[in-house]
């Protein structure tokens, strides 16, 4: 993908991220809409760039500037949504559901595994925080969360007291 834009040059030549000086074209502007949260650091989004280029199609962007600031961003036909899409209704459809079904079987163990982990924990300590439990689980808030949910949906646990000063109570034994 390439991109053209006219531009007031600091410097000319080739930008990387250990070069990347951001110089905004209205420094009060651009300072105004950053501190109410509607931009953010300048000069984040070519280190975004940077970053992401590499994961989605293996090669790092390009930024020139000169009097046309020019952006070019590789892309790679195998990362490509109409790539897939058209491959998938030629076949490889099957190989894609093989691989998906071999990995929910492992999804689902892992997920009654984190189940007992936590429930030992809760019968451990019940006064814990859903933050506490994560950090013992080595998981994120929202898998806590989500596994709270859904032993509650499941009547294996169940909350007693308030959300600050309550506990969990397991309510039976799967």
Known sequence: MYVENANRAVKGGR????????YPKNPIIAAFFRNIGYADQLGSGVRKLFKYSQYYSGKIPEFIEGDIFRIIVPLNEGFSFDFWQENCINGISEIVSDTISDTIPETISNEKNLKKKLLI?????????QKEYAAKLKVSVATVK???????????????????KGKWIITKQK
């Open 15 to 22: 930008i990387t991220v250990d070069n990347l000086e951001p």
């Open 121 to 129: 924990y809760i019968g451990q300590d019940s006064a814990r925080t």
């Open 146 to 164: 989500r596994l709270f949910a859904k032993l509650q949906k499941e009547k294996i646990l169940a909350r007693e007291g308030t959300n600050r």
